[in-house]
């Protein structure tokens, strides 16, 4: 059967789920689904819904409960599965033969089926599977039983694996992954393959400390590039903040900034989210958020020295008070508080750009 096909037999069911929705919601039968789940609903006499019913509940004979109540269970199962394969459908249907979308396909379906069945819904994925992708149903669900060895691995070993330094972690569990996904492995994980590689090229800027900061800037678009390749474009557009965090946040880069003077800082910054692909209208916003960012830092950085005069003066509570409301206004009672606490904001580390 098409995919076509098939989604049209899912909708067909949608007028039942709103009659089974009322039915026992009012009845009271059995208590509420799990959460995203419609209610189960009155039996429907139609051969389509019947065929099924035979297929995913238990007779009343077999369980001891009454025909009534075997009856309702079923049902809930009916529409559990239609409700359950309509939203894989709905989110998977174009995507499926991609490894890495089967086993999200495969999470969604785990997740759903552990509200809908605690106890048993293990027994429920092939049934599932098979109805809600057919053509795929055997590939889906030898990934399911790899995914549950490689889960049982990892975390049977999760104590090994964490007290291993990090590049040995990371190359002890990728030959785990290929070991259990084959070259699917690189598809499955490859956003953390690129992930990896923007930290390795953030780490590479440390080789060009003597480098100015716009040669820096172009070696790390040169790399997102290089990565990112056709998508480069369209990976700035949606994570611009990311693209210019990862940046500023390398300590060469950090050092750069500080050696400025102002009005240089400010200029390097905005020539760089230029490079990123942000318009200037963004560019616009972030520079003036720079500025409040200056302003706050130069107060905070007088009140430090001003506070260190006080206390060493022996001065009182009361001269604390005084500065703090001289300087923060409405803030001051916050910086107060947090100073009783410990917390100093302004020792903490200072990142252009970013605090």
């Known amino acids: 059967m098409s995919r076509f096909n098939h989604r049209i037999l899912i909708a067909a069911g949608v007028p039942l789920l709103l009659g089974a929705c009322c039915y026992l919601f009012f009845a009271h039968v059995h208590s509420a689904p799990p959460p995203g789940l419609s209610a189960p609903a009155k039996a429907d006499s139609s051969p389509e819904t019947m065929a099924r019913r035979s297929q995913v509940a238990p007779s009343a004979q077999a369980t001891g409960k009454s025909s009534a109540t075997a009856d309702d269970e079923a049902l809930r199962q009916v529409v559990t599965m239609q409700v359950i394969v309509a939203k894989l459908l709905d989110a998977y249907a174009n995507t499926i033969d991609h490894p890495r979308i089967r086993l999200q396909a495969i999470q969604m379906l785990v997740n759903y089926l552990k509200q809908a069945y605690p106890d048993t819904w293990r027994e429920h994925v092939e049934q599932y599977l098979r109805a809600a992708f057919p053509e795929q149903a055997d590939r889906l669900y030898a990934q399911f039983l790899l995914w549950e060895e490689y889960t049982a691995w990892m975390q049977g070993n999760y104590q090994a694996t964490i007290a291993m330094p990090a590049d040995q972690r990371r190359d002890f569990i990728w030959a785990k992954r290929k070991q259990f996904f084959g070259e699917e492995a690189t598809l499955i994980w490859a956003k953390e393959i690129e992930e ?83 318009n200037e209208e963004a560019v616009k916003r972030w520079s003036d958020l720079d500025g409040t960012r200056e302003t706050r830092w130069q107060t ?56």
Do not use: H, W
């Open 196 to 278: 990896q590689q923007v930290s390795d090229a953030v780490a590479e800027l440390g080789q060009l400390r003597q480098a100015p900061f716009e040669e820096k800037a172009a070696y790390y678009n040169a790399r997102l590039e290089e990565i990112y390749a056709d998508q480069f474009e369209a990976y700035k557009r949606k994570y611009p903040q990311k693209v210019m965090d990862q940046f500023l946040s390398a300590e060469d880069v950090q050092e750069d900034l500080r050696n400025m003077p102002p009005d240089q800082r400010q200029a390097r910054l905005d020539d760089f989210r230029r490079s990123i692909g942000m």
């Open 300 to 355: 905070g950085e007088t009140y430090m020295q001003r506070r260190a005069q006080i206390l060493n003066e022996k001065g009182d509570d009361a001269e604390l008070d005084s500065l703090r409301n001289e300087l923060f206004g409405a803030e001051a009672q916050t910086i107060k508080d947090e100073e009783e606490s410990g917390y100093f904001r302004f020792q903490r580390k200072r990142i252009y750009g970013q605090n």
